[in-house]
C-alpha cells in the first residue's frame, strides 16, 4: 500500500511539472515491484465517485419575526379557594349614643318587706340544705364531706354516719325545737345532722353509738356504746308529767317526734367513761320545748346555755352546749366521767354505724 500512494505522488508531481500528458495512470504492484502505466486524459472519463462525508455545520442563521398571536384558548378549571385571610384592625370607636329618656320615679324601700323576704328564702335554702343530709356511710369507702350512694349530702368516717361534730364554736347551738329537728350547720364543719334524720337513720336497726372528745388539754377520750341490754333506772321523787320513769336501754336509737326523740342507748365501753347512760330513755329537750325531769326549770336553759340535749334532772354530758370555757358547768360541754363538772370539752364527734 505504501508503495502504491508513492507512485501515486510521483504521477502528480509530473503532471504539474509538465512532463506528462495523462488523464490517469495504472498501478501494478508484484511483491516489491511496481509498475506505473500512464493513461490518456482523452480516452474517456472515469466512475463517479461515492458520495464525501457531510460538511461542517455552518454558523447560526439570524432569529426570524415573531409570528402571529393564536386564538384565546378555552377557561381553565376553578383553583382551589386560597386561605382564610388575616383579621383586619379593630373600626374606631363609634360616637356616644344619645341620652335614655329619665325614667319614673320608684317606690321607697320598705325594709319590713325586705326582711321578710329575705328571711323566706333563707328558710327555703335550709330546707334545701336539710333535704341533702344523708342516709347511710355504710356502703360508702370514703371518710369526709361526700355525695353518698344515694345522692344525698353526708360526712362519713370509716363508715360511721356523723350526726354532730364540733370543735371551734364557729356554728351557734343555741338554736330552737325546729332547728334541732331538720339540723343546722355546715357539714364541712360543725353542724348537727337533725334529729328526723336520726331517728329514720337509726330506727329499727341494729346501730352502734361513738362519741370521740378532746379536751382543751389536748387529751382525748371515747365512749361506745354497742350491746344491747335492758336495764330499769331508779325512780325519782320529784318528776314531771308522769308518777313513774322508767329509763330503758338499747343499743343507739332514738324515737320519732311523737315521743319528743326519746333515747335508747346501751353497752358502754371506751375510756372517757359512762355519762351518756344518766340520759337513757328521756326525751329530748330544747329551749323553746321543755321535756326533762327537773320541775326547778328548763335544763336545756339553766345548764346548757340554751344547747337542747336529752336532759333527765338535768345532765351527766351535754356536748351542744356553749362551746368554749367558763366558770362552772352551767354552761360549756361537759363529759362528767371524764372531765368532771368543771373542765369543759373542746371538740366532740358523735357517729353511729347500723347494720
Not at 511496481?34 to 490518456?40: I, Q, R, Y
Not at 354497742?226 to 325512780?235: G, L
Request: charged fraction near 25%.
Amino acid at each position: 500500500m505504501l508503495l502504491q500512494l508513492t507512485a501515486l505522488l510521483l504521477y502528480f508531481t509530473s503532471l504539474v511539472s509538465g512532463q506528462q500528458q495523462c488523464s490517469y495512470v495504472t498501478v501494478a504492484t508484484c511483491g516489491d515491484d511496481v509498475t506505473v502505466t500512464p493513461g490518456n486524459l482523452l480516452s474517456g472519463r472515469g466512475e463517479k465517485g461515492d458520495t464525501g462525508l457531510p460538511g461542517k455545520m455552518g454558523p447560526r442563521g439570524f432569529t426570524g419575526n415573531n409570528g402571529a398571536i393564536g386564538p384565546i384558548g378555552p377557561k381553565g378549571d376553578t383553583g382551589m379557594p386560597g386561605g382564610v385571610g388575616r383579621r383586619g384592625e379593630t373600626g374606631r370607636q363609634g360616637p356616644v349614643g344619645p341620652k335614655g329618656h329619665k325614667g319614673e320615679k320608684g317606690e321607697a324601700l320598705n325594709l319590713e318587706d325586705f326582711n321578710r323576704d329575705l328571711n323566706e328564702i333563707r328558710e327555703r335554702l335550709r330546707d334545701i340544705d336539710n333535704r341533702l343530709l344523708p342516709v347511710s356511710c355504710l356502703t360508702s369507702s370514703l371518710n369526709g364531706y361526700q355525695i353518698l350512694s344515694n345522692n344525698k349530702t353526708g360526712v362519713c368516717d370509716h363508715k360511721w354516719t356523723v350526726f354532730q361534730r364540733r370543735f371551734d364554736g364557729s356554728v351557734d347551738f343555741n338554736r330552737t325545737w325546729q332547728e334541732y329537728k331538720d339540723g343546722f350547720g355546715n357539714m364541712e364543719g360543725e353542724f348537727w345532722l337533725g334529729l328526723d334524720q336520726i331517728h329514720e337513720m337509726t330506727s329499727g336497726q341494729n346501730c352502734k353509738l361513738k362519741v370521740k372528745m378532746t379536751g382543751f388539754d389536748a387529751t382525748t377520750a371515747y365512749a361506745q356504746y354497742r350491746k344491747a341490754k335492758s336495764v330499769s333506772w331508779a325512780t325519782q321523787n320529784k318528776q314531771k308529767n308522769t308518777n313513774n320513769v322508767f329509763c330503758f336501754r338499747s343499743s343507739f336509737a332514738i324515737d320519732d317526734e311523737s315521743d319528743n326523740y326519746r333515747l335508747h342507748v346501751s353497752g358502754f365501753s371506751g375510756t372517757a367513761g359512762d355519762s351518756l347512760v344518766y340520759h337513757n330513755g328521756y326525751q329530748f329537750t330544747s329551749k323553746d320545748r321543755d321535756n326533762d325531769r327537773w320541775n326547778g326549770g328548763n335544763c336545756a336553759v339553766r345548764h346548757g346555755a340554751n344547747g337542747g340535749w336529752w336532759y333527765c334532772w338535768c345532765s351527766h354530758s351535754k356536748l351542744n352546749a356553749e362551746w368554749g370555757r367558763s366558770e362552772g358547768h352551767n354552761r360549756n360541754m361537759i363529759w362528767y366521767h371524764w372531765k368532771g363538772w368543771n373542765e369543759a370539752i373542746k371538740e366532740s364527734t358523735m357517729m353511729f354505724k347500723c347494720e
